[in-house]
């Protein structure tokens, strides 16, 4: 022990996995400001009868040992069972009746052809997706610059409309949760270094994509052991920086002094607790911004492909052939391999939900039961590119006492942040 005291502000993924490694050295003090640890990293425990209860993720699902390289040994290191997850991705429009699924043979593409579809666009889409990896591939090797936005790539590069939002938006915003806007907006380069690590800018060579056994509280839960001092229901007020420490401040209005902070927030948040910010923290904490993305826990099949051969891991449903809000709905069952008995989905954009009671299962509409949870996503603009260039200035910045740490870069990088 060093005998630093370091208090970690926010306690998901990104805290906590900081905590855990300063703690071999260091007195980790954790506040996080809901009732519960693990932030995105949420997973619920529902009754499965006969069975024991099961863990279901709400947040952070799926991850690859060839991508996510510290968190496979953090994994490791807390003796934490994974096993393998389903990828696929599967399309419903209501618009022009096209359905299709990626990653389940051809038993999942079979159906773009049926009868009354426009075969003729349907298959010129699956033309074109190896030319689009290859664009996407080039682009990356040139160096497009650094603010062109996905639309801006797909319009210079003539990639119709139809090949937008029935194959590109869905890929983006489905791995990425967020709706097809945003996506548009999101900077090309960063979306496709992303979709490469991620063996996404091929037809083969994904890597095999894994699952924590139990969900991610057996993680968090373990991970948390090593800390310290865990505050949980203690929201941060200010953080400010002396020449001998750093002073944290709670809702509460109480103040205590420590060696070193690590912010581990998503950046809007860290910039309003920086009493004062520098400059340097304004520009590219100050350049991240997020969109509400509310999540709903449920176990209503309807909203998977009617076709089982078209069920999915990802299911993309346009309400019409014009980039619109999507809903998106994960299945648990294949990405978290649960027993088939009953469907558990996660529903991103659900059009009509009644607020989740506080014991967490509710009765929506649709679907018919469920809990919602609230995630956050981060917005794009033309911040990425400015903002990674210049996230070395934030680190240990104003006497290296200061960490930021959190979603920001992990949403470039996806692995759960700080991995
Ligand atoms: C629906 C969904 C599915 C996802 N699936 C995957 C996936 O399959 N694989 C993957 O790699 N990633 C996935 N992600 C992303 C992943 O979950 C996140 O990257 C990761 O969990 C973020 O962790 P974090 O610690 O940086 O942030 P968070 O989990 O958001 O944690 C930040 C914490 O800080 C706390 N906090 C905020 N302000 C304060 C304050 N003032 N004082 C104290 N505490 C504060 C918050 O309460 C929160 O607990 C998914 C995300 C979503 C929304």
């Given at each position: 022990?060093?005998?630093?005291?370091?208090?970690?502000?926010?306690?998901?993924?990104?805290?906590?996995?900081?905590?855990?490694?300063?703690?071999?050295?260091?007195?980790?003090?954790?506040?996080?400001?809901?009732?519960?640890?693990?932030?995105?990293?949420?997973?619920?425990?529902?009754?499965?009868?006969?069975g024991p209860p099961l863990g279901v993720d709400t947040?952070?699902?799926?991850?690859?040992?060839?991508?996510?390289?510290?968190?496979?040994?953090?994994?490791?290191?807390?003796?934490?069972?994974?096993?393998?997850?389903?990828?696929?991705?599967?399309?419903?429009?209501?618009?022009?009746?096209?359905?299709?699924?990626?990653?389940?043979?051809?038993?999942?593409?079979?159906?773009?052809?049926?009868?009354?579809?426009?075969?003729?666009?349907?298959?010129?889409?699956?033309?074109?997706?190896?030319?689009?990896?290859?664009?996407?591939?080039?682009?990356?090797?040139?160096?497009?610059?650094?603010?062109?936005?996905?639309?801006?790539?797909?319009?210079?590069?003539?990639?119709?409309?139809?090949?937008?939002?029935?194959?590109?938006?869905?890929?983006?915003?489905?791995?990425?949760?967020?709706?097809?806007?945003?996506a548009l907006r999101y900077p090309a380069r960063y979306?496709?270094?992303?979709?490469?690590?991620?063996?996404?800018?091929?037809?083969?060579?994904?890597?095999?994509?894994?699952?924590?056994?139990?969900?991610?509280?057996?993680?968090?839960?373990?991970?948390?052991?090593?800390?310290?001092?865990?505050?949980?229901?203690?929201?941060?007020?200010?953080?400010?920086?002396?020449?001998?420490?750093?002073?944290?401040?709670?809702?509460?209005?109480?103040?205590?002094?420590?060696?070193?902070?690590?912010?581990?927030?998503?950046?809007?948040?860290?910039?309003?607790?920086?009493?004062?910010?520098?400059?340097?923290?304004?520009?590219?904490?100050?350049?991240?911004?997020?969109?509400?993305?509310?999540?709903?826990?449920?176990?209503?099949?309807?909203?998977?492909?009617?076709?089982?051969?078209?069920?999915?891991?990802?299911?993309?449903?346009?309400?019409?052939?014009?980039?619109?809000?999507?809903?998106?709905?994960?299945?648990?069952?294949?990405?978290?391999?649960?027993?088939?008995?009953?469907?558990?989905?996660?529903?991103?954009?659900?059009?009509?939900?009644?607020?989740?009671?506080?014991?967490?299962?509710?009765?929506?509409?649709?679907?018919?039961?469920?809990?919602?949870?609230?995630?956050?996503?981060?917005?794009?603009?033309?911040?990425?590119?400015?903002?990674?260039?210049?996230?070395?200035?934030?680190?240990?910045?104003?006497?290296?006492?200061?960490?930021?740490?959190?979603?920001?870069?992990?949403?470039?990088?996806?692995?759960?942040?700080?991995?």
């Amino acid at each position: 022990m060093t005998g630093r005291r370091i208090a970690v502000i926010g306690g998901g993924v990104s805290g906590i996995t900081a905590g855990y490694v300063l703690s071999r050295a260091d007195h980790v003090t954790i506040f996080e400001a809901g009732p519960r640890l693990g932030g995105h990293a949420d997973t619920h425990l529902v009754e499965s009868p006969p069975g024991p209860p099961l863990g279901v993720d709400t947040g952070f699902i799926v991850y690859n040992e060839r991508t996510y390289p510290l968190l496979t040994r953090l994994f490791a290191e807390l003796g934490v069972a994974t096993r393998p997850a389903e990828m696929s991705m599967s399309v419903r429009c209501a618009g022009c009746g096209l359905q299709y699924a990626g990653k389940r043979g051809l038993g999942g593409l079979l159906p773009g052809l049926a009868r009354g579809l426009d075969r003729r666009r349907y298959l010129r889409m699956l033309t074109e997706i190896p030319r689009f990896h290859r664009a996407a591939r080039r682009a990356l090797r040139r160096r497009t610059p650094p603010d062109q936005t996905l639309g801006e790539f797909l319009r210079a590069r003539r990639f119709g409309g139809y090949f937008t939002a029935h194959f590109a938006l869905p890929l983006v915003a489905a791995v990425w949760s967020c709706p097809p806007g945003t996506a548009l907006r999101y900077p090309a380069r960063y979306l496709f270094a992303f979709l490469a690590n991620h063996g996404m800018l091929s037809v083969s060579g994904a890597p095999p994509w894994r699952t924590v056994t139990g969900g991610s509280r057996c993680y968090v839960e373990r991970a948390a052991k090593r800390l310290h001092e865990i505050r949980l229901s203690t929201p941060v007020r200010a953080v400010r920086r002396h020449p001998g420490g750093v002073d944290v401040t709670d809702a509460a209005g109480q103040a205590r002094r420590f060696d070193a902070v690590v912010i581990a927030t998503h950046p809007d948040q860290a910039l309003r607790l920086l009493d004062p910010p520098t400059r340097a923290e304004r520009e590219v904490l100050g350049a991240f911004t997020y969109t509400p993305n509310p999540a709903l826990l449920h176990t209503d099949a309807t909203v998977l492909p009617a076709r089982p051969g078209v069920r999915a891991s990802w299911n993309y449903e346009l309400s019409g052939c014009a980039p619109a809000r999507p809903r998106i709905s994960y299945h648990l069952n294949r990405l978290q391999d649960l027993p088939a008995g009953q469907d558990y989905l996660v529903t991103l954009g659900a059009r009509s939900t009644r607020a989740a009671s506080s014991t967490g299962w509710t009765t929506p509409t649709p679907p018919t039961s469920g809990s919602s949870t609230s995630t956050t996503c981060p917005a794009a603009g033309r911040w990425a590119a400015s903002a990674a260039a210049t996230t070395s200035a934030t680190r240990g910045a104003a006497s290296g006492r200061t960490w930021t740490a959190s979603w920001p870069r992990a949403a470039w990088i996806w692995p759960a942040a700080g991995c």
